[in-house]
Every structure is written in C-alpha cells, then in structure tokens.
C-alpha cells in the first residue's frame, strides 16, 4: 500500500475518536451508531491487523513502565475524556459528600483536573489534597492546576505500586478515578486493602471506573472495548471494563451508592462505600 494512502495509525481510542469529533458534529456523529468509531479503528489501523494475527501482540494488559510512557506522551488529551467521564464524576461528587471532608486522598491524580475541581468547589476551605500519578507528565500538569491552593495540596510521582508512604487512618476519603480499570486484579485488591488502611473510621471510599454495557448499545460498544483491548491495550489506554463491586467487598465495606452513567454509549460505574467499624 502506497505510504500516502495508508490510513492514520492513531495512538489511542481516544485520539481517533477526537480526530472523528472534530469533522462531524459529535450528536450526529454518536446518535448513528456509539459503536462505528470502534469499527473504523479496527479496518483502518495496520498494526491492529497485525495484531489480530499475531500471538505476541496479545499480552492483555500494559506493563507500569509502557503506562508510565503512554499517560507521559498524550499529557494534556487526557481531559478529552471529560465528554463521557463528566456525568459521571458529578454522580460521585453528589455522593460522597466531600463538602464534610477534612483530608482527601487521590491515587492516579491524572491531570489534575478532578482535584482542582474539588478544591475549588467542593471541598471545605481547610481541607487538604494529597495525590499521586505514575505519570511524569500528569505530575507536572496536576502541580500547576494545584498550586493556587498551597499548602493545601500536595502531589507526588510514585512507581504505581498501590502501597503509599502514609499513616493509617490519616485521610476520610480515599478517591480513584478511571484508574482500576488500569491495575491488575492482584493491585486493585491491594489498593482497596489501602485505602482502608489510610481512612479512618467511617471514611469513605469513591471510585469511578468503565464497566460492561447497561443498554443495548453500550454493551454492544463496552465489549468492542473489550476486545479491543485484548487485542492491543494501549488503542484503550491499557484501561477495560471491570466491576467494581467484586473488589469492595463486606464485612470490611458497607456500600452508599453503586450505579452506572452512560454517556455517548459509554458505560461508567460510580461506586462509594464506608469504611466499616470492626
């Protein structure tokens, strides 16, 4: 195939779907089919072809190190996310209650994007923020959104491990969003061993993550998704539907809310749970 005819190879779901919004209205583009972006990215990008082919291409689920490098590279179109997460972080701020927090916890703090929202609207004026990112690029990013508040908020680079150099029970929320979805089962498990660790009693612990379909059409574009990612998890940021309800689990967690948003036929689980008193 002719190098000038061959179809853009783009880096991420994200970034093709951009590319798609940009020529066409996004309700006409989303109201004839949610799922026809997921079709164009498998016809048109080469490498997943090869993929498709290829047993080595199949490994399931980005290491720390190639997600470090891919949040590094798209930096700021991390917030392009906001059309289909928006709904859904809303949900867990009419939740969670962080108007009555004193000390709030962010692990994969991204861009920083969700905690100057909160600082800025929805937290208590003494209130304090302590995130941490994998990413050098979102560090530096969420620094800056961060810096009019202070010593209110800190941010901090980590390796990605779930364990985190802080005191027991120091925080009473404990937030995560759109970052199990990334982890490992064994590392989603200890992150919630975690964050019970560093809440006190009865904090609260808010997670946000995409989870299978809830209509037709979602399920329909979830498990694309799906496959997808199987097939090459970095076109979905190594990010795939899980349920967070088979990791925050009684007696240690009593649970507030669960639902599901849909937006744009893309399915989040918004999930918020009470440390229990034992």
């Known amino acids: 195939m002719n190098a000038l005819n061959r179809p853009r190879v783009f880096d991420s779901i994200g970034e093709r779907l951009f590319s798609l919004r940009q020529r066409q209205a996004p309700v006409v583009f989303f109201d004839r089919t949610a799922s026809r972006f997921l079709l164009r990215v498998i016809q048109q990008d080469m490498d997943l072809r090869t993929a498709i082919k290829s047993d080595q291409r ?19 179109k991390q917030d392009w996310q906001a059309f289909y997460e928006n709904r859904a972080l809303q949900a867990l701020i009419d939740q969670a209650h962080f108007n009555r927090a004193a000390a709030i916890i962010e692990f994969g703090c991204g861009t920083g994007r969700f905690a100057e929202r909160l600082l800025a609207t929805h937290l208590p004026p003494e209130a304090t923020y302590w995130g941490c990112d994998i990413s050098t690029t979102m560090v530096d990013l969420a620094a800056r959104k961060v810096r009019p508040y202070g010593d209110r908020a800190t941010i901090v680079q980590t390796n990605g491990d779930p364990d985190m150099p802080l005191p027991d029970q120091s925080f009473d929320r404990f937030v995560s969003t759109y970052v199990l979805d990334i982890l490992s089962d064994a590392d989603i498990h200890r992150l919630i061993a975690e964050a019970k660790r560093v809440l006190r009693s009865e904090g609260l612990i808010g997670l946000v993550s995409i989870t299978d379909g809830a209509s037709l059409s979602s399920r329909l574009l979830m498990s694309g998704w799906t496959r997808i ?5 970095s076109l979905v940021g190594g990010c795939r539907p899980i349920n967070l309800l088979a990791y925050v689990t009684p007696p240690h967690w009593e649970i507030v809310h669960h639902g599901s948003v849909v937006a744009f036929g893309i399915t989040s689980e918004v999930l918020v749970a009470r440390k229990s008193v034992q």
């Open 58 to 76: 199949r490994s399931g689920m980005l290491s720390r190190d190639k997600t470090k490098r891919f949040y590094d590279r798209i930096g700021k």
């Open 229 to 233: 990612y199987r097939l090459r998890p």
